[in-house]
């Protein structure tokens, strides 16, 4: 069984000491989608909610949550982002966000990359629940990621 290392030997949770880890390009990709009706839907794409630019509003707080992960999550260190990319895709009835992070450093962006799209669902059920309360946020998963002492990882395309 692995180890949690943010456990110690005497079951303390505690900051895990990166210090001697060398630097690598990281970067990791996660996704999630929140359901809604078509209405809702409808009135997201055509720009019609009342607080604004759904997308747009959502995309800059998913980055910007992105950047604030060390800080929202407790034991996570804080990364010198170099990229942060949040893609809002409109289906029939949702939205689907996919955020890409990374960094060059000694641990992984992989809570970046699900906080910022945590945040960005999170933003349009805010900005759209006058108009459905019933939206759903699911499936928010980490999909990829590279870099690291444990290499590479990619889910398996039956985990959707």
């Not at 800059?60 to 992960?69: D, P, Q």
Request: aromatic content about 2%; glycine content about 8%.
């Amino acid at each position: 069984m692995t180890r949690l290392t943010h456990i110690d030997d005497a079951g303390a949770a505690h900051m895990v000491d990166v210090g001697d880890k060398q630097v690598t390009r990281r970067e990791a990709v996660a996704t999630g989608r929140i359901l809604m009706s078509p209405e809702t839907v409808a009135a997201i794409r055509d720009g019609a909610a009342l607080k604004g630019d759904v997308l747009a509003v959502a995309r800059v707080a998913g980055i910007m949550a992105a950047k604030r992960t060390s800080e929202l999550i407790p034991l996570c260190h804080p990364l010198p982002l170099t990229r942060v990319s949040l893609d809002l895709t409109v289906g029939a009835d949702h939205v689907e966000a996919t955020a890409t992070a990374a960094t060059d450093g000694k641990t992984g962006v992989e809570m970046e990359a699900l906080t910022s799209v945590s945040v960005a669902l999170l933003t349009i059920y805010d900005m759209t629940k006058a108009l459905d309360r019933a939206m759903r946020i699911e499936g928010v998963r980490l999909l990829a990621k590279s870099g690291g002492r444990s290499g590479d990882w990619r889910a398996e395309t039956g985990d959707a």
